[in-house]
T-cell receptor
Framework: NAGVTQTPKFRVLKTGQSMTLLCAQD?????MYWYRQDPGMGLRLIHY???????AKGEVPDGYNVSRLKKQNFLLGLESAAPSQTSVYFC?????????????FGPGTRLTVL | DQQVKQNSPSLSVQEGRISILNCDYT??????FLWYKKYPAEGPTFLIS?????DKNEDGRFTVFLNKSAKHLSLHIVPSQPGDSAVYFC????????????FGTGTRLQVTL
């Protein structure tokens, strides 16, 4: 089992370009999350999904869109990249609630916007 | 507004000694707390957690203490090992919020020989 995988691992964009980050999980988890990590800021939630076909905004959603067409995939889109979106992006998953469960993280995508 | 705070950006401890990492929170609705460990170029990995109905949870060398009245939790690592050198994030969650986590800013632990 691969767990949580992220594609790509690294990417450099120019301001105004668009791209999609892919998160895939083989753990059959219902909940999926996108975070960004910036120096001195910890991890901040961008968007999340509580199941296939659902999405919701997190703490810092502006400039990003997401889709969860399949249970195992959660896509994060940047329509017009800005230098402020230079960050490391992490995807995470969680089992269906019914108890307290930890989130499982992917290895991250390092994005630089010039 | 930072609801989860880790006021020490870094900590250096000798091998074999105790490491104590601290975390404070402001939201009294938080009822589940977790610690994550992160190595460079990797995603965070879950370390240990504690529910608000407890004040202590132990797992091997790792113990988390929760003081609800002070809104403070701490992670104790005894004995510290060089492989424990990493960034540690404290996180908090509230029942009924889709298990969303609010993270602290992290503490970089260096365990020296």
């Amino acid at each position: 089992n691969a767990g949580v995988t992220q594609t790509p691992k690294f990417r450099v964009l120019k301001t105004g370009q668009s791209m999609t980050l892919l998160c895939a999980q083989d753990m059959n988890h219902e909940y999926m999350y996108w975070y960004r990590q910036d120096p001195g800021m910890g991890l901040r939630l961008i968007h999340y999904s509580v199941g296939e076909g659902t999405t919701a905004k997190g703490e810092v959603p502006d400039g990003y869109n997401v889709s969860r067409l399949k249970k195992q995939n959660f896509l994060l889109g940047l329509e017009s990249a800005a230098p402020s979106q230079t960050s490391v992006y992490f995807c995470a998953t969680n089992r269906t609630p019914g108890g307290y469960n930890e989130q499982f993280f992917g290895p991250g995508t390092r994005l630089t916007v010039l | 507004d930072q609801q989860v705070k880790q006021n020490s950006p870094s900590l250096s401890v000798q091998e074999g000694r105790i490491s104590i990492l601290n975390c404070d929170y402001t939201n009294s609705m938080f009822d589940y707390f977790l610690w994550y460990k992160k190595y460079p170029a990797e995603g965070p990995t879950f370390l240990i957690s504690i529910s608000s109905i407890k004040d202590k949870n132990e797992d091997g060398r790792f113990t988390v203490f929760l003081n609800k009245s002070a809104k403070h939790l701490s992670l104790h690592i005894v004995p510290s090992q060089p492989g424990d050198s990493a960034v540690y994030f404290c996180a908090a969650s509230t029942t009924g919020t889709a298990s969303k986590l609010t993270f602290g800013t992290g503490t970089r632990l260096q365990v020296t020989l």
